[in-house]
């Protein structure tokens, strides 16, 4: 593979992992607002209609202080910042692949502002590139563009990081009403 199509796929694989982390800091930051209205709404229901049922009003003050715990703990992962690190390395990728079109520069500078560039944020996951090479594919109108093509292999792990990721997300968004229904179920 050519120097700028390691750069053009680098950049686009980067772009994917911006959009996981901005992704994952937005369902963080609605999952914590969604687990403290259904903690507050449980917390009502409670006192207005079973104020003498020991093991909900226990769980729920449980519940409120594990609540606490994973707001500072999702905090730690600094989604954002990270994101917007990843963000100003696919931006110099894009400006190293013009400087590279423009070819004025050595080769061997172009490598090693490429692998400062590289260095300057955390590296993309296997996920990243595949969906990359994926949605590329896709969203281009002559596929025989694209090279590579995505393989079977990818197309699997496409497919199979879309499923996960919505089956944790319906799991952790539907978890709070379950606890819900069966501490009721319990009481």
């Known amino acids: 593979m050519a120097f700028s199509d390691n750069v053009w796929w680098t ?7 911006e959009k996981r982390l901005l992704s994952a800091y937005f369902h963080s930051q609605l999952l914590l607002f969604w687990y403290s209205l259904v903690g507050v709404a449980a917390s009502i229901f409670y006192v207005k209609f079973q104020p003498n049922s020991d093991v909900a009003g226990i769980s729920w003050v449980v519940y409120s202080v594990m609540l606490l715990c994973v707001s500072i703990f999702i905090g730690s992962f600094s989604f954002k910042s990270r994101a917007d690190k990843v963000k100003e390395c696919y931006e110099a990728l894009n400006t190293l692949l013009h400087r590279q079109a423009d070819s004025t520069d050595e080769k061997t500078q172009l490598a090693q502002d490429y692998e400062l560039i590289l260095n300057s944020c955390e590296n993309h996951k296997f996920v990243d590139h595949t969906n990359a090479l994926v949605e590329t594919y896709l969203t281009t109108a002559d596929k025989t563009k694209v090279n590579p093509h995505p ?10 990081s879309k499923f996960y990721r919505f089956c944790i997300l319906t799991l952790f968004y539907a978890a ?8 009721e179920k319990l009481a």
Request: aromatic content about 20%; charged content about 15%; cysteine-free.
């Open 176 to 183: 709070p009403l379950g606890l819900f229904m069966l501490l």
């Open 151 to 160: 393989t079977n292999f990818h197309w699997f792990h496409f497919t199979k």
């Open 11 to 17: 950049r686009k694989a980067r772009i994917q992992l």
